[in-house]
Structure formats: C-alpha cells, structure tokens
C-alpha cells in the first residue's frame, strides 16, 4: 500500500480522466443547438450582469424550441392538476378547481398511495397514462393502439436514445437523416459509433421529399458497405417548418418497406401546424396503404416539450412501437428498466397533453378556459409565423420559404465571398460567423445551419416564433434587419471590396502628396 502511494506521489497525482483518456466518440459529438453561440451568449449574459454596456437591452433567445422561457403562459388546468398531484391537500382546497381535483383524485387511483406519485413507477410509465394515450392515437389516427406497444420516457429524446442504442450495434451500422435534421441523431449517432446516411431534403419544393437523392444516398450507403437499418423523419419538420404532403410520407413507407428499414417517425409538432395541409401520423399512413406496407416497422416519438404544451423542463415524453420484433421489444423494455422509470410529474403531463378537458366531460368554466388559452397560444404561434416569414423575405439577401409549421424558420443567407474568407481565417463555418456576430451587435441568438446539415455552398440559420411579445418579436426582427445589411457592408460583394480597396490606396496616395 505505501509503495503504491509512493509511487503515485512521485507522478504527481495525475488525473485518470483526462482529454487522452476519456471517450473519443463524446469529443466528436457536437449538439449545434447549445455551442459556440450560446456558450458566447453566457458570457455576454455574465458581462451585463456586472453592469457592462452592450449595443443592445437585453439578450433574445430565438436559438430554441424552449416556449415558456420566452412568455408562453402554461395551462391553467394542467397546473392546477400537477399542483393536486404532487400536493394531495389541494384536492380541498376550493382555490383549484373541481374538474382539477378530479383529476388529480383519477391519478391517486392510479398509484397505491397518494404520496406514491414520487415513487418509482412501471419502467414503461404508470398504466393509466398509458391508457390514456392509447385512446389519443385511436381517436387521431382510426387504428388500435396496443398499451403494451406504448413507452413513457423523459422527453422524445430519451425514447430516440433508447432505440439508438438498440439499432446501433457496430461500426458499419447505419441509419438515414433528413439533411438538414436535428442535431440530435447526429450526435448520437457519433456516440454510438455507427454512420449517419444523409438524404437532403429539396429546398425548392418547401423542403420536401426528393426520392431520387433518397434512392442515391442510400444505393452510395450499401456501395459502401454500410448496413442501413432506420430512416428517421421529422414531421413538422425541424429546423425547416414544413409539413410534409401525404404523398411524400407514402413514399417513405413505400421506400422503408422495399429495403426492409424501421421508420423512426418524430412528430413532436404534431400540433403546431399553420397552413391548410393536415398533420398525418406515419401510422394512419402506414396502415392507410395496407398490405405489405402495414407490416412496415415503426416507431413514433411525441412530447409534452412542443405543440402547445411547451412544458420542456417537465420532460414528458412517449413512443410507440408499431410491427416490432417481440425480442426487441423485449430489450427495449430491459433497456427503460435499467433507468428504472420515467420521472411522474413527465408523465403526468403527457396524460394531460392527451387528455384536456372536454366538451361533455368537464365543467363549462374549465373547458371554456382551456379553449381560451388554445386560441390564445395557438394564434400568437401562428401570427407570429406569418411575421416572421413577411419579415425575413424582405431582407435584401434573406429568403425564406413558407413558415408551415413546428417552431422554426431555416432561411437562406446570401454571404459574400469575403465574409466566407473572413469566417475561415477564424476556424468558423461563414453562417457561424453571421450568427456570433449578430448575437454580439443585437443580443439575438440564432443557430447556424451548418449545425444542422446543409448543401454545400448554402447557408442558412435557424430562428424561432417563441418570443411571445409580438411587439417585442417585432422589434428584434428589425434589429436582424439592420445588422444584416451591416454585415453586407462589413463583408462586401468583391467588386465592392477591389472599390473599396481602391478607394482606400487614393486617399493614402492623397495623404502623402500632401505631407510632400
């Protein structure tokens, strides 16, 4: 024992986690959502809190799908609900409502004690939740939906892990992601060690299906020897707010069918929908097509964080399993029970998520309320998209396609080539740059496109409708404005610059001539 201390003394006591040491795959993984920007945004954030001075009054998250930290009011009833459940004495209380207390009454019979509700549940989430979930997706979509098919997670994203880890199972294994996609299946994928396969979505059709560059990613994907087991889809999508045509989701399933692939289907913003085109579940469309494409395999993934719920910090999520393998979902299950179970008060908030009040059901009072705050959310999400779409169109070298849905717009920005120039100099991608500048002369955050996959030559951001204000939404959509046509000066088009350049070589020449 004392030769061992010894020896550790005379190396110093070296660290045994160190950058050589740890996992090389969590390096690589990058998540574009909260990097260099937001990293950037802290600091800045820091520095006013200090009392130092910036060109602008205070910082305005546009970076994330994140409604209630910009102003979105909650539910009254799913609070009131929550508040009962993990409080029993409020169920007497005549400041909740009755319709509240009810529910919240359901819950306790749902657990063996009232105060169970912070005990640890089934791995797959409390029967009850799931129950009301299977109903959900049997009114939306017209098919049976199997409880035992239905698992609870802490948000869409933990469901996405547990089947990542289940589908990765070595280094030539690979799944297919919308470019560009969210950053998530990217850094899971590196995680994991396995390949993302890429099939761009078409810009020029509003970002939709291109099944020729699906047919070519995936043919250059097995040229290459990779074994392509999944397809994911992002419907809403993010980051580009499309909602994609029946036709496109029927050629997915008739694409995923034929070359024997799971369909990994995020419909996180199935309720987030401003244009005239339906949400469809890659469910009802699968079984709409019948036989062979009912047999496809399929996974679905929802969430308490989007739609109009928008409680992310409650991380409340579900999947559901469609045509899977009973072994596999048996592993799956072992896969949620090593986690032991998702946390209650997620789940209970998917339960509200799928089960409001209703006509018929609940009060008056409560359902007219409830109904109040929908067109309340829903209308400032939806008008703001409009002035989002409106406002980015009209600046010179910004275009953005129709805003159709989620919570995001993926303009197109028009970077000259000095500005691409400039960004490289620093170790930046040129729509880095454009973000990180603009966050330091406006206090807005963006996201770069680059974070989410791109066609080469393109640039884009993303940028959000969340700021609940419209006023103040309003305002910082003329900041962008203004900061991007000073950025267009700072970086020129090159014959500006050879002009300025030359411009610049007469006045010194001027100047000397003058001191002779």
């Not at 509700?117 to 098919?143: H, M, N, Q, W």
């Not at 089947?163 to 850094?187: E, R, S």
């Not at 028009?414 to 330091?440: R, Y």
């Not at 700021?467 to 203004?482: G, H, S, T, V």
Request: proline residues 5%.
């Amino acid at each position: 024992m004392g030769y061992m201390l010894s020896r550790r003394l005379l190396r110093g006591f070296s660290k045994v986690l160190t950058k050589d040491t740890m996992a090389q795959s969590v390096k690589d993984a990058e998540y574009a959502i909260r990097g260099a920007i937001s990293d950037l945004a802290d600091k800045l954030a820091g520095e006013m809190a200090k009392g130092a001075k910036k060109p602008f009054k205070k910082l305005l998250y546009c970076n994330i799908g994140n409604p209630l930290s910009l102003g979105q009011p909650a539910f009254t009833f799913e609070r009131e609900v929550l508040a009962c459940a993990l409080n029993p004495l409020l169920v007497n209380s005549p400041s909740v409502s009755v319709d509240a207390r009810e529910r919240a009454k359901m819950y306790f019979k749902g657990v063996e004690y009232k105060h169970a509700l912070g005990a640890y549940t089934a791995s797959p989430g409390l029967p009850f939740v799931r129950e009301s979930i299977k109903k959900y997706i049997e009114e939306r979509d017209g098919y049976p939906c199997d409880i035992g098919n239905l698992f609870l997670a802490n948000g869409a994203s933990d469901a996405v892990t547990t089947i990542f880890n289940i589908v990765f199972n070595g280094p030539k294994d690979a799944v297919m992601i919308p470019i560009p996609q969210y950053p998530l299946y990217t850094a899971l994928i590196t995680l994991l060690k396995g390949k993302a396969v890429p099939y761009y979505l078409d810009e020029s059709t509003n970002w939709g299906l291109d099944m020729d560059d699906v047919m070519a990613n995936y043919k250059k994907a097995k040229d290459e020897g990779l074994n392509v087991k999944a397809m994911v889809l992002i419907n809403p999508g993010n980051p580009t707010g499309q909602v994609m045509t029946e036709k496109n989701l029927q050629d997915m399933v008739k694409f995923a069918h034929e070359h024997n692939l799971v369909i990994c289907a995020d419909e996180v913003y199935q309720k987030n929908i401003y244009c005239d085109k339906p949400f469809i579940s890659m469910k009802k469309i699968m079984h709409d097509l019948g036989a062979p494409y009912n047999q496809t395999e399929l996974i679905s993934f929802h969430s308490t964080s989007k739609g109009l719920t928008g409680e992310c910090g409650l991380r409340g999520g579900y999947m559901e399993l469609e045509n899977i393998d009973p072994y596999v979902k048996s592993q799956i299950l072992k896969m949620r029970t090593i986690t032991l179970c998702p946390n209650t008060v997620g789940q209970l908030a998917c339960e509200l998520m799928v089960n409001p009040p209703k006509e018929g059901v609940n009060t008056p009072d409560v359902v007219s309320l409830f109904n109040a705050e929908v067109e309340n959310i829903f209308g400032g999400l939806k008008s703001r998209a409009k002035l989002l779409q409106t406002k980015l169109n009209s600046i010179p070298g910004i275009k953005a396609n129709e805003f159709e849905g989620a919570m995001y717009s993926f303009p197109k920005i028009e970077i000259n080539q000095s500005a691409v120039e400039a960004a490289k100099k620093k170790g930046l991608a040129p729509d880095t740059m454009f973000c990180l500048e603009c966050l330091e002369n406006t206090g807005i955050l963006l996201v770069a496109g680059s974070g989410f996959g791109q066609r080469a030559g393109t640039y884009h951001f993303r940028i959000t409708n969340l700021i609940y204000n419209i006023k103040e939404f309003d305002e910082a959509l003329e900041l962008l404005r203004n900061f991007a046509k000073k950025f267009n000066q700072k970086y020129p088009q090159s014959s500006q610059l050879q002009l300025q350049t030359f411009k610049k070589k007469k006045k010194k020449k001027k100047k000397k001539s003058t001191l002779r």
